[in-house]
């Protein structure tokens, strides 16, 4: 009997133990793309989830299936001013990716070169759109904005075939685009900083938004992983693009596709970097001011509390 109850005891006791035993990887969601080349390095030390659009990011961040989301600052910072959010905005990943290209027979040395002419773009009242009027707008440019669905579509049907001299895109099809062509290139976040009238120090564009069950600890240990990761994909981003490629294809295919040439340009050209949300709270309440003067759609004249932010 006694043997029966000591067995019986060992059971439970390891029940209890599996059963209060942290998993072993953190449970990550992250949208393709640049957010995935930016954590890419360290897809192997979490369970990774890959979603393609935002609607899924948006449902997620009203949840707590994951520990961690990548998902764009507006969309947090919308649903947090709505009061439905489950997790905070820890970390800012990915900014600047904005460019305006021409091909290299059509001049564009400066913001100036475009009054009067036609930019192809995408996304209309969005983030990046308000961003592109405002550099216009403070640079005292006059342009024509034509719009398309995607990204995608502006350099495969308009930019790529010559149906248009001048586009708004951003990486990788900027260094998709460079390795078809020469084009002359116009960093939109430079403009922005160099502004003498309402100067913009940066355009956020990717969060780490932390579950708020987690401890503190837990947060930290995750932060850091993935700050040590982008501070590795800045120091020799071929290195990193190599690294990329190693990973599995069949989960990441995304590497793949876009080849070791893109991935570097990625990494030089896409604004990838690790802040702390919590240190640039001003900067980026500002940003979040011009984006609902431009559409008050998104915030209604709010900005998010200090409960958005993780405060470390």
């Not at 520990?67 to 947090?80: F, H």
């Not at 905070?88 to 600047?96: C, M, S, V």
């Not at 020469?182 to 579950?211: H, M, T």
């Not at 240990?221 to 120091?235: G, M, W, Y």
């Amino acid at each position: 009997m006694k043997k029966i109850i000591s067995i019986l005891l060992l059971v439970l006791v390891s029940i209890l133990f599996m059963g209060c035993k942290e998993k072993e990887k953190p449970y990550l969601l992250t949208p393709e793309g640049i957010p995935l080349v930016a954590v890419g390095g360290v897809v192997d030390e979490f369970e990774v989830t890959t979603t393609p659009g935002p609607q899924v990011l948006q449902s997620e961040l009203l949840q707590d299936n994951y520990d961690v989301i990548v998902a764009p600052v507006t969309l947090g910072a919308q649903l947090s001013i709505k009061g439905s959010i489950n997790y905070k905005i820890a970390g800012l990943i990915t900014f600047d990716n904005m460019y305006i290209v021409s091909k290299k027979n059509v001049t564009l040395n400066s913001i100036s070169d475009l009054n009067g002419k036609t930019i192809y773009s995408y996304g209309q009242n969005q983030p990046s759109d308000i961003m592109l009027k405002y550099a216009l707008e403070k640079s005292g440019v006059s342009a024509t904005i034509e719009y398309a669905d995607s990204v995608s579509t502006v350099v495969s049907s308009y930019f790529m075939p010559g149906n248009a001299d001048y586009a708004l895109v951003a990486e990788p099809y900027l260094s998709k685009i460079k390795q078809k062509m020469e084009v002359n290139v116009i960093d939109v976040a430079s403009v922005l900083r160099s502004l003498s009238d309402g100067k913009v120090e940066f355009i956020p564009q990717a969060a780490i938004y932390v579950y708020n069950g987690l401890t503190k600890a837990q947060v930290k240990k995750i932060l850091k992983t993935i700050e040590n990761n982008i501070a590795s994909l800045n120091l020799d981003s071929a290195a990193y693009a190599k690294l990329l490629l190693e990973k599995d294809a069949n989960l990441y295919p995304l590497f793949n596709n876009l080849g070791e040439d893109v991935l570097k340009g990625v990494c030089q050209n896409a604004g990838i970097n690790y802040l702390k949300a919590c240190d640039n709270k001003a900067k980026l309440e500002e940003f979040f001011g011009i984006v609902d003067k431009a559409n008050k759609n998104l915030f209604n004249s709010q900005v998010p509390s200090d409960d958005f932010y993780f405060n470390y």
